[in-house]
């Protein structure tokens, strides 16, 4: 079981891009190598075990997201993470739920991708094999105007082509990729709009971003894209079921 905590765990900080300290660590080796068991163990017992302070293991279960250490013990518990393919049911469930309502600003700019020459998307490595599909969905649920660019050189020519008249879509899940960004500036200097999908908040994208929307962050449990998949998939119903749901 306890591999499978430690699993759970690490599901937790990927997700939640929790940036953990030394002491946050330790606790999290104990955990792996099975130094402490968490489910039987009060905050005295680990901090005796680990020669730790009550308040250093309670920070810890807070990190994760969660009110103090019994409300972190309650979710172990609860949670169905005895089973091989959990972890991958709780990363999709991850995506759909952070997903689950698109702000009011991003779901009217979907609304007028049609208004715009052209809608250009951006991605480099993993995210560019998204800026791919994004093209293609996009054309195929009706939009006549999208282009894609996914290597440094082609992503160069196109910024070069944009104006005013244009929009950006520039897709990276960390937000900082330098060929990405360069080629975001200089679409900027175009004068194009630009609106940046990433799992990072103030991000070089955002920063440079017209409009933002966040993604959560894939973990190793799933595919890079799933994340800026399902959010396509989000902007494609909206776009083929804009005047019902207008």
Known sequence: MNNFIYEYINFLIQSKNVKLSEIDLLILAAIKNEKIDILNSTTNDISKALFLSKSAITRFAQKLGFNGFSDFKYKLKSEEINTRHSLVDL????????????????????????????????????????????????????????????????????????????????????????????????AIDKGACIWGISAKRKSK??????????????????????????????????????????
Do not use: M, W
């Open 205 to 246: 994208l955002e920063k440079l971003s017209d409009y933002f929307l966040q993604v959560p962050y894939p973990t190793k449990s799933i595919s890079k894209i799933i994340p800026l998949i399902y959010l396509l998939d989000l902007i494609c119903y909206y776009l083929q079921n804009s005047q019902d749901i207008h």
């Open 91 to 186: 990363s999709y469930k991850q995506v759909i739920d952070n997903l689950n309502s698109l702000p009011e600003e991003i779901i009217n700019l979907i609304y007028r991708l049609d208004s715009y020459r052209k809608v250009c998307v951006f991605g480099i490595g993993s995210s560019g094999i998204a800026a791919k599909e994004y093209n293609y969905r996009l054309n195929e649920s009706g939009l006549s105007n999208v282009h894609f660019a996914d290597e440094p050189y082609n992503l160069f020519i196109e910024s070069n082509k944009l104006n005013e008249k244009d929009l950006v879509l520039a897709l990276s899940i960390s937000g900082e990729n330098d060929n990405l960004i360069d080629n975001v500036k200089l």
